[in-house]
Each structure stands twice: as C-alpha cells, then as structure tokens.
C-alpha cells in the first residue's frame, strides 16, 4: 500500500491536472470523507432522491430470486461500500454468504461500519479494505474456495466515463473469475424534471455534499478551496446521457493547489460528478465484452434496475 506521503502527492497531482482542464474538474471520488459519507447517507432518505428507497425496494421484494440466481458459498465484494445499508438486506437474508469485504476509500468510516457490522453478523467474516477501487487493489485470501460475487448498488456506475466504465467491467471480470457473478444497481432514463430534483434537492444537503469535497481536498492536500465562494447546481446533459454536478463560482477569486495558483472566474464552475443514465439495451451493450445480463429486475415504473451479470465463457 502507498505511504501517507505518495498518496497525498499521488492526490495532489490528480487535483492540479483536473484544475487545468477545461472546464475545471475535481475527481467524484473525492467526496467521501467521513462527513461526505455522512451527508450522502442523508441524501438517500430525501424525498427527492428516488434512487436509493427504488432499489432498496427491489433488493426486497425480489430477494428470493437474486438469492435463488448468486447461488452458494459467496464472498461477497462490495466497491464503495460506504454505510452498508443495501448489502444488509443480503446479509439479513443470505446464508450463502461466507465472507464480506467492503471497499472504500474513507478508511475512518469504512472500519467503523466493518466493526458494527462484524458484531450485527458473527457468523460472517467481515473483512474491509480501504483501498481506491478504480486502481487495481489486492483483496483478502481468506475464503479461497469461495464464489466471488461484486455488488455494485446505488447506480454507482453511472458516475463513471465510458473508459472508466470499460477499465472497471475488465478489473471485476479478472475479481470475479469464470464462476462469479456481479449484481448491479443501474439508473435507468426517465423524465428530466425527476432527475434534475434528485439532485437539486429542497433542503441543500446535495449541496453541501457537493461543496463538502472542497473542505475534504483542503485538508487532504495544501489547498485553500472557499466553499462560501461556490454555488451547487446539478442539471440533465442530454448529448452525455448524464447529469452533472457542479460548484459555480460567485465572484471571481484564486486558488492555491501545493503552490500553483489557479484564477476562478465569476460564473465558471468546477465539474464535480456525472451521473450516466441508462437505456436497458445501452448497458447490456457496454457490459458486453466481459459479461452478459441473465436478469433485470426493476420497479413497476421503471425508474431504476438491479441487474445480474454472468462472465462471458
């Protein structure tokens, strides 16, 4: 694993290279501290944000079929694993499951949950790993006999470009091996005015979210962001397939980046997220070189799917 050190210069770079590109770009990863992770909690239980209470709803109600589809003997990954919420359905449910390793990047926070977790559910090994999953990671030998099935909730995907989506779906293919499987949330395409209040919600916690990323880079690294110097502002990219999230600037300022100082003109934003929005055929095609979908399973308005992916043999 990287020392403190490389991973803050490692981090730096990342920062000063997104700062130069235009429009200026600060990596989505990045919002999850402890606090970021705590305010993302609290956007999954506003009324606006349909994703999260959709897809706990189908984890639910088709439990059993996902149950029947995973099979026995499984190590069950999750990327991103943030509170756990989701993954208790399954481990409420599944005797199947041998082992959980949930990955992410806020160490602090992903060992407090591991550690409630371990004590909810001592029958199941609970091993953590803080690790950033969009490089490659080592994960825990204990369960080598093990089916290895990733579970990627929470539309987590579509943050993703394109190349990242494809450096992913190879990186959990090589996890997974010809005898896993994958079970992934994807948002799906739906009325503009439902997405864009999903992330424009009425009581501003999206916005501190969004913002909350700058407090969090300042104390990673030697930066000197000014939330107070930004507003938050999610709206639909219709050629992109997306929403985007961003911090617009309200008067024109400077900052400082380890030494470098970068001119924010009033108006100009930094570019903080994409959230992809996916036609069934579109994700089924993307996925197609590593896997295939053996089953979807959506909402009865089709506002969002659980799909479970098999290795192509």
């Known amino acids: 694993m990287e020392d403190t050190l490389t991973k803050t210069n490692t981090i730096t770079q990342e920062i000063i290279a997104g700062m130069k590109n235009t429009p200026k770009q600060l990596p989505s990863k990045y919002f999850y501290d402890e606090k970021g992770s705590q305010l993302f909690d609290e956007i999954t239980e506003l009324e606006e944000y349909y994703p999260t209470r959709t897809e706990r709803m189908i984890l639910e109600y088709y439990l059993d079929e996902m149950a029947e589809k995973l099979g026995d003997n499984i190590e069950l990954i999750e990327p991103g694993s943030g509170s756990s919420e989701k993954t208790r359905i399954l481990l409420d449910k599944m005797d199947s499951i041998r082992c959980y390793v949930p990955i992410d990047i806020s160490g602090d926070y992903l060992f407090k949950v591991a550690d409630q977790l371990q004590k909810e559910y001592p029958n199941i090994d609970i091993e953590p790993l803080e690790a950033d999953y969009t490089r490659p990671f080592e994960l825990p030998n204990t369960h080598p006999n093990a089916r290895r099935i990733v579970f990627f909730p929470g539309s987590t995907i579509g943050n993703f470009k394109l190349n990242t989506v494809q450096r992913f779906f190879s990186v959990i293919a090589d996890i997974v091996g010809k ?10 395409k739906k009325d503009i005015n439902i997405l864009e ?31 107070d110097l930004f507003e938050h502002k999610a709206l639909w ?15 024109s300022h400077s900052v400082q980046i380890n030494g470098q100082v970068f001119q924010i003109e009033e108006g100009e934003y930094l570019h903080t997220e994409n959230s992809h929005k996916y036609t069934q055929e579109e994700f089924s095609g993307i996925v197609a070189p590593w896997f295939e979908v053996e089953q979807v399973w959506t909402d009865k308005n089709e506002l969002f799917s659980v799909q479970y992916l098999v290795p192509r043999v």
């Open 179 to 188: 005898q896993g499987g994958v079970l992934i949330g994807v948002d799906l």
């Open 197 to 227: 209040a999903a992330y424009n919600d009425s009581k501003g916690i999206t916005a501190a979210f969004n913002k909350n990323m700058l407090v969090h880079l300042n104390r990673k690294i030697d930066a000197n962001f000014d939330p």
């Open 237 to 251: 990219v219709e050629e992109k397939g997306c929403i985007e999230m961003r911090l617009y600037a309200t008067k």
